[in-house]
């Protein structure tokens, strides 16, 4: 969990949320997943009017938004030797 505020206006927080998880299938591989969440309150830089269709498709003008989320799933494989501080010692620090 997290947070920002500006100093001096205490009408526009900020939070987010974060999640992660990684769990092991098999040897050597591994699924990840993580997911985030963002309280948007910041945004005082964007203009107070409307935007019109054309000018959001364009991407010439952005809106207002009070949340942002998103979400992240992988899949991992590691291999290598079983001898791995023979092959390379300073893995272990000898």
Excluded: C, K
Aim: hydrophobic share 35%.
């Amino acid at each position: 969990m997290g947070g920002t505020q500006y100093w001096n206006d205490t009408r526009h927080p900020n939070a987010d949320v974060t999640g992660n998880v990684e769990v092991r299938i098999a040897r050597g591989l591994s699924l990840s997943a993580s997911a985030s969440y963002n309280f948007v309150r910041s945004q005082r830089f964007l203009s107070a009017s409307d935007a019109s269709d054309a000018e959001v498709l364009l991407q010439l003008r952005q809106l207002r938004t009070a949340y942002q989320y998103s979400g992240r799933l992988g899949l991992s494989y590691t291999f290598g030797s079983v001898y791995n501080s023979v092959v390379n010692p300073r893995l272990w620090g000898g």
